[in-house]
């Protein structure tokens, strides 16, 4: 079975520019949760979603948004870009809206923001 | 703050080496606790997890990881490393009433000489 993917493996924006971010979670997976990851540090949360509606939210300013589709695929979207926003951008999807079997982790898209 | 603390941040062992890693986390109540590793180029992968039970929980490659409640502890540990095992260990907690949310630490890098 496929895991988690993500599009695109990379993406290098300039400051004041949006980004679209893509995933498709592992087929039969409701939930999907994003994270961004800066380099030398652990995952941070930033949605959950689960049957197309935001479960979790952490704390992240409002230039950063999500959406989950029909087919539980999901976008995050980043506004206004800063140079901060540079990282990882993991996308994790799990079977139900709790990790009661866990989340499993996508490739990534690292974003680089000049 | 409510956090997830790794000790080590680098640990460099040789081949057959015993291998222990601390994480401490400072969440009351009932926690999902998790161990994830990301191997050089590749993507997080679910190591183990424990939710409920038998606080002593084996995972993938010879990993196992002890929940100790008294202590909001959960260490990994595998008998005898291998040159494979080098590799970025993260710890997660699923904080309680809030389980579509993990919360990492900041990882431990591991590095075994052949």
């Known amino acids: 079975d496929a895991g988690v993917t993500q599009s695109p493996t990379h993406l290098i924006k300039t400051r004041g520019q949006h980004v679209t971010l893509r995933c498709s979670p592992i087929s039969g997976h409701k939930s999907v949760s994003w994270y961004q990851q800066v380099l030398g540090q652990g995952p941070q949360f930033i949605f959950q979603y689960y049957e197309k509606e935001e479960r979790g939210r952490g704390n992240f300013p409002d230039r950063f948004s999500a959406r989950q589709f029909p087919n539980y695929s999901s976008e995050l979207n980043v506004n206004a870009l800063l140079l901060g926003d540079s990282a990882l951008y993991l996308c994790?999807?799990?079977?139900?809206?709790?990790?009661?079997?866990?989340?499993?982790f996508g490739p990534g898209t690292r974003l680089l923001v000049l | 703050a409510q956090s997830v603390s790794q000790h080590n941040h680098h640990v460099i062992l040789s081949e057959a080496a015993s291998l222990e890693l601390g994480c401490n986390y400072s969440?009351?109540?009932?926690?999902?606790l998790f161990w994830y590793v990301q191997y050089p180029g590749q993507h997080l992968q679910l190591l183990l997890k424990y939710f409920s039970g038998d606080p002593l929980v084996k995972g993938i490659k010879g990993f196992e990881a002890e929940f100790i409640k008294s202590k909001f502890s959960f260490n990994l540990r595998k008998p005898s490393v291998q040159w494979s095992d080098t590799a970025e260990y993260f710890c997660a907690v699923s904080p309680p009433g809030n389980t579509g949310k993990l919360i990492f630490g900041q990882g431990t890098t591991l590095q075994v000489k052949p």
């Open positions: 969440y009351g109540g009932t926690v999902n």
């Open positions: 994790a999807s799990s079977a139900e809206t709790g990790v009661v079997g866990a989340q499993y």
